[in-house]
């Protein structure tokens, strides 16, 4: 319930102008959309369904190459399937890849540098609530080598594509409940407390928003943003937070509303004018912080986090 009441809260803070707002950018900002992006190469995790599959959607029509990195096959294959027949674009294709499974990360990094030339664009996009705590294989707590560890490996893993790569650029698509989260340089795995799956998730879209300022900083030629698509009807909403999805449902963003800034970040000359490490909401930059907010930590918190992070993913790399 104390989670529900918190959800609401930043519904008020951030979703004023929820779905109509998107509408007016969608039919009054269309040129920013109006490119081909033949010959541009994009990976989207958890592109089978929801934001995922609504921005690989909308790439494919534009002529992009897509890779469609999901855990589930029989999904993956059924979306590349929709998104080829109403695209005409045979350029998709499917890697079957489970984020939360921390070496086969790695693994899948390195074999994908390997095989291909060239990535101009990374969307973390994929992402899962824990309605329990859990491990993986290597002992990390489910959600965090899904949310964190496995965003941070497979950025870090292709960077140097990306790097060697024309305009490369990096989106996350992160979400408002950050907005009622402090970045927690310890107890990552919530070993600690009771574990409400809801909140650690929260923690994790922060940490994400860390990792995006920081990736800015040391990676200048890769261009970085995160974003909050708004509030939007997806299985994983209405599965976490029942109440919130049922006091709301009728208010929700579609995901092809909720994938629009994603797209906009991935595809415009505009955004690709905005300082990187930025975070975006309605294709408009916005603070990650609420006024007034306690959720701002420091420089010397930043770096703690991002060499706790570099130190622990090292122990899972293939050598």
């Not at 992009?64 to 096959?73: L, S």
């Not at 560890?149 to 650029?169: C, F, N």
Request: charged share 20%.
């Amino acid at each position: 319930m104390l989670t529900t009441k918190l959800y609401n809260l930043i519904w008020i803070s951030t979703s004023s102008s929820q779905g109509h707002h998107v509408e007016l950018l969608i039919k009054h900002l269309p040129i920013d959309l109006e490119v081909s992006m033949a010959g541009r190469v994009f990976m989207i995790t958890g592109a089978n369904s929801g934001i995922g599959r609504a921005t690989a959607m909308a790439i494919a029509k534009r002529g992009g190459t897509v890779h469609m990195v999901c855990r589930n096959k029989d999904k993956a294959e059924e979306a590349r399937a929709d998104i080829v027949k109403e695209s005409g674009n045979k350029e998709i294709y499917v890697h079957i890849l489970d984020l939360s499974e921390t070496r086969k990360v790695w693994e899948f990094a390195e074999a994908f540098k390997r095989k291909y030339k060239a990535l101009n664009v990374l969307i973390n996009n994929a992402g899962c609530i824990m309605s329990e705590r859990d491990v993986n294989a290597e002992g990390l707590e489910k959600s965090f080598a899904s949310n964190v560890m496995g965003v941070y490996i497979l950025t870090r893993g292709l960077i140097p594509l990306l790097e060697k790569s024309a305009e490369p650029r990096v989106i996350t698509v992160s979400s408002g409940g950050m907005l009622v989260q402090k970045l927690r340089t310890g107890n990552l795995q919530t070993e600690i407390g009771r574990y409400d799956g809801t909140m650690v998730y929260a923690q994790h879209k922060r940490q994400q928003v860390v990792m995006t300022e920081q990736w800015a900083k040391t990676h200048s030629n890769i261009h970085f943003s995160v974003m909050h698509p708004g509030w939007v009807d997806t299985p994983a909403v209405a599965n976490a937070m029942p109440d919130f999805h049922q006091s709301m449902k009728d208010s929700l963003r579609t995901p092809e509303q909720g994938a629009d800034t994603a797209v906009w970040l991935a595809i415009s000359e505009a955004a690709a004018t905005k300082p990187s490490g930025s975070f975006f909401q309605d294709r408009r930059m916005v603070s990650a912080h609420l006024p007034l907010a306690w959720t701002h930590s420091s420089q010397l918190e930043q770096q703690k986090f991002m060499s706790v992070m570099e130190d622990l993913a090292k122990t899972f790399q293939p050598h």
